[in-house]
Every structure is written in structure tokens, then in C-alpha cells.
């Protein structure tokens, strides 16, 4: 098992920075996990923001977020960032961190077994 905590959502206006935390604990996080990030807004279907590949560190994006956002992690504190720049209305949302430990389509929400409880993040004037 794998258990997954956001932090770090919050308010902020147009233009402006947040940076979200996901903290993973469990059995199998000393083996290694992938961590992607999504985000879900009203009325809308949870969409992939981003992913961190526990095997080579590498980080992919979705087009939208590319360039402004930025995914690190911590292996030693077992945490994975989400460094939001440039924040734009349309990015607010719940966003949620998920671990998965078999290689697939990093942007399927559905190949991760393991998820946060989320953190809202809210982008207004």
C-alpha cells in the first residue's frame, strides 16, 4: 500500500505562484514509485498535469502546463513538488498527486492505484 497527502493548494491571483507537496509513505515507496499529478475542475473530467518516472527522474507535461509548471522530488523525504508559475484562471482546480508502480500511459488516471485525498487550488482577481 501506498499512501499519498497533498498540501500547499490555496488562493492566489492570475499571474501568481503556488507550490503543492505530495508526500508518499507505505511499503512499496522504498522500491520505488512514479508520481503523476492531475487535476479535476467543476463539472469537468480529472485531467493529467504532469509525471515524474521513479526509474529515470525524467518529467513529462501536458501543452498547457508546459513551461510554468515544474515537478521535483525528494527521495530521501519521500515528497514530489508541483512549482505552479504563471497561474491562470483556468488552471484552478483539485489537484491530486497518484503513485503507480508499472510502466503505461503516464496521462491515464486509471493506471494509478494509489491517490491523494487532493488540494484545491483557486486562481482569481
Known amino acids: 500500500q501506498v499512501h499519498m497527502v497533498e498540501s500547499g493548494g490555496g488562493s492566489v491571483q492570475p499571474g501568481g505562484s503556488l507550490n503543492l507537496s505530495c508526500i508518499a509513505s507505505?511499503?512499496?515507496?522504498?522500491?520505488?514509485?512514479?508520481v503523476g499529478w492531475f487535476r479535476q475542475a467543476p463539472d469537468k473530467e480529472r485531467e493529467a498535469v504532469g509525471f515524474?518516472?521513479?526509474?529515470?527522474?525524467?518529467?513529462y507535461y501536458v501543452d498547457s502546463v508546459r513551461g510554468r509548471f515544474t515537478i521535483s522530488r525528494d527521495g530521501v523525504a519521500n515528497t514530489v513538488y508541483l512549482q505552479m508559475n504563471s497561474l491562470e484562471p483556468e488552471d484552478t482546480a483539485v489537484y491530486y498527486c497518484?503513485?503507480?508502480?508499472?510502466?503505461?500511459?503516464?496521462?491515464?488516471?486509471?493506471?494509478?492505484?494509489?491517490w491523494g485525498p487532493g488540494t484545491q487550488v483557486i486562481v482569481s482577481s
Open positions: 515524474v518516472s521513479a526509474n529515470t527522474g525524467n518529467t
Open positions: 507505505g511499503k512499496i515507496v522504498s522500491t520505488g514509485i512514479s
Open positions: 497518484a503513485a503507480k508502480t508499472r510502466l503505461g500511459d503516464w496521462s491515464d488516471p486509471g493506471a494509478y492505484p494509489y
